[in-house]
């Protein structure tokens, strides 16, 4: 299984990023359970969650970068 793209995060709507990034935090979390209760058996998952977590919250800030420069007036001097 190869780690998730960065072009899959860019594709989603502002909502469906935010319903992304807390199931990733849940699956995060429930990954934790596993390997705390010695059930887990793919350890390789958190190295996968914790990307995507990344990736996601990183298109998050680009778009919230994005907006606050375009809201943003520029600098006129008088």
């Known amino acids: 299984m190869s780690l998730p793209k960065i072009a899959e995060a860019r594709s989603l709507s502002n909502q469906d990023l935010a319903e992304e990034i807390l199931a990733a935090k849940k699956k995060l979390f429930e990954l934790r359970f596993q390997q705390a ?7 390789h998952e958190f190295k996968h969650t914790r990307h995507r977590i990344a990736q996601l919250l990183t298109v998050e800030q680009e778009r919230q970068l994005g907006k606050n420069n375009s809201e ?4 006129k001097e008088e």
């Open 37 to 43: 209760t010695r059930q887990l058996e793919k350890t």
């Open 72 to 75: 943003s007036t520029p600098f």
